[in-house]
């Protein structure tokens, strides 16, 4: 990932389905108490990815996601959950901040330069509503960051070659962002992203391969429906 040679100063993570409690249709690794999965079953979950990472699962910021274009600033880890939200951004060290998606695009960005992170829920609506590229300028406005020193990656979601959409949606998409097989329309959601991001000044962005849909190591809404979520968890260690 592109913030490998910053492991000392930075941990990050793309979590898989695999290696916790949750049953069928939520097996394993579930971490979202949204989804009607046992309560209990979810926060085991989360205890075995704070123990595995080495966190203070009390520490842990979580958003109840609603595909907005809301970004909140997290100053201290007295709230855990930040209701009507879609990314967080902090400067502070030894607090988590996780996004859970299963085909929507976990973002995770980092300034070396300034000792920010942040995560980002991009969805359809979110990346429609330029999500990410407002998180970048959040982060600007707040803490002074250069957006040429921001990385980013985008990991595990579904891709152009499963998200098909309907004539409706494709209506509203630039035909760079879209593509027809077989009467069908697809989109590109990663290419939106990238471009909204370049647009502000972003030059180093990762794209992650793996397509939820296609791979089934990762939670995916769009091949399961009733599903769990996998997670994007960054933290600046102290």
């Known amino acids: 990932m592109i913030f490998t040679q910053f492991e000392d100063s930075l941990f990050f993570t793309v979590t898989s389905r695999y290696g916790g409690v949750s049953k069928t249709p939520y097996d394993s690794l579930n971490l979202a108490l949204h989804v009607k999965d046992s309560p209990k079953n979810v926060l085991e979950n989360r205890t075995i990815t704070s123990e595995k990472y080495n966190f203070l699962i009390e520490n842990l910021i979580y ?5 907005s274009a809301n970004i909140a600033v997290i100053k201290d880890a007295s709230m855990n959950r930040i209701e009507n939200c879609d990314a967080l951004i902090t400067n502070v060290k030894n607090i988590p901040l996780m996004v859970m998606v299963a085909d929507c695009i976990p973002i995770l960005l980092y300034d070396p330069k300034k000792s920010v ?3 980002v829920h991009a969805g359809r609506n979110g990346t429609f509503n330029e999500i990410a590229k407002k998180t970048v300028l959040k982060m600007v406005d707040v803490f002074g960051c250069e957006t040429s020193d921001i990385l980013v990656c985008l990991g595990a979601s579904i891709h152009k070659c499963c998200y098909e959409v309907g004539e409706e949606i494709a209506r509203l998409v630039d035909e760079k ?5 077989d009467e069908k329309w697809y989109l ?3 290419s939106m992203n990238v471009d909204q991001l370049r647009s502000v000044g972003i030059k180093n962005i990762e794209i992650s391969s793996i397509c939820t849909c296609c791979d089934e190591d990762y939670f995916s809404y769009r091949r399961e429906g009733i599903t769990g979520r996998f997670a994007g968890i960054m933290k600046l260690h102290g």
């Open 188 to 190: 590109d959601l990663h």
């Open 63 to 67: 958003m109840e996601q609603t595909h």
């Open 117 to 119: 992170i942040a995560v």
């Open 177 to 181: 962002y879209k593509e027809k097989r």
